[in-house]
């Protein structure tokens, strides 16, 4: 299973900036590929280090809780605020796609290792945070690409066309999924921390900076590339130097050690 999850994470990685130069045409396609990679590797990283149980029920509480949301959402306005999705992401229920908490969780499980690492103390709130942050690139990404449309757009509160309060529902959702996720699970504090450990922390480092080049430099969002790489990056400062704290980097002297499988 590790090198199936090694095979993910590399395409994980490898799809994003290819996404940014793809022409508009092709982004359906290159969206549905991240999706599913980053999907699949997720879950499969956390069913390889943690077991069945947490990785079916971080995917469950996903589906039902952000799934359930979103639906509450579209149909009342809360908590995300009022917004309608578009036919691209296929088959949905209620207004929502289907695909569409499966987006929620491919980024759960980075931020919940993050949280992990970085402030095992106050974990449910860091990963509820890193969620949002997340979203500061997503939301504009997705709204760029027609996947989504807002009825405010313009007016107090609102950033690149979002409304603010999409953010509050963000977070409002985050802590409900990462609070029951943690009274089931118990995920325990990470004191050491290995190379294959450590891909959904290098993924959410990957986005961080990967998503704030491409938006400054390709999409011409300055705006949302500097607001991500603040945002995103108030977690992964912590992170990074949890990680030099627990000489994480020094694994790299031997490649052989770090792809050993």
């Known amino acids: 299973m590790k090198r199936l999850v090694w095979v993910l994470f590399f395409l994980h990685l490898l799809?994003?900036?290819i996404y940014a130069l793809l022409p508009s045409n092709l982004e359906l396609t290159g969206t549905l590929l991240i999706v599913s990679s980053s999907t699949a590797f997720a879950f499969l990283h956390l069913l390889a280090t943690r077991g069945a149980k947490p990785a079916l029920i971080l995917l469950t509480l996903c589906f039902f809780v952000a799934g359930g949301l979103e639906v509450l959402s579209v149909q009342t306005g809360f908590p995300f605020g009022v917004y309608t999705y578009g036919t691209q992401l296929g088959f949905a229920v209620l207004g929502v796609p289907l695909l569409v908490?499966?987006?929620?969780q491919m980024m759960a499980h980075n931020a919940a290792t993050l949280a992990r690492l970085a402030n095992p103390r106050a974990a449910v709130l860091v990963a509820s945070g890193a969620l949002v942050a997340w979203d500061v690139y997503l939301d504009p990404q997705m709204v760029r690409g027609g996947y989504w449309i807002w009825q405010r757009t313009t007016g107090a509160f609102v950033y690149e066309g979002i409304p603010l309060e999409n953010y509050?529902?963000?977070f409002l959702t985050a802590?409900?999924?990462?609070?029951?996720?943690?009274?089931i699970t118990k995920p325990q504090p990470i004191s050491s921390l290995t190379v294959f450990d450590s891909l959904p922390i290098l993924s959410f480092l990957w986005t961080w900076f990967g998503s704030g080049l491409v938006n400054i430099v390709w999409w011409g969002q300055p705006v949302v590339g500097v607001a991500g790489l603040i945002c995103m990056g108030l977690f992964a400062f912590p992170a990074m130097r949890r990680m030099l704290e627990l000489r994480f980097f020094e694994q790299f002297k031997s490649m052989r050690q770090v792809f050993k499988l």
């Open 15 to 17: 799809i994003q900036p």
């Open 101 to 104: 908490p499966l987006c929620w």
């Open 168 to 170: 509050a529902g963000w």
């Open 175 to 183: 802590l409900i999924i990462f609070g029951l996720y943690w009274k």
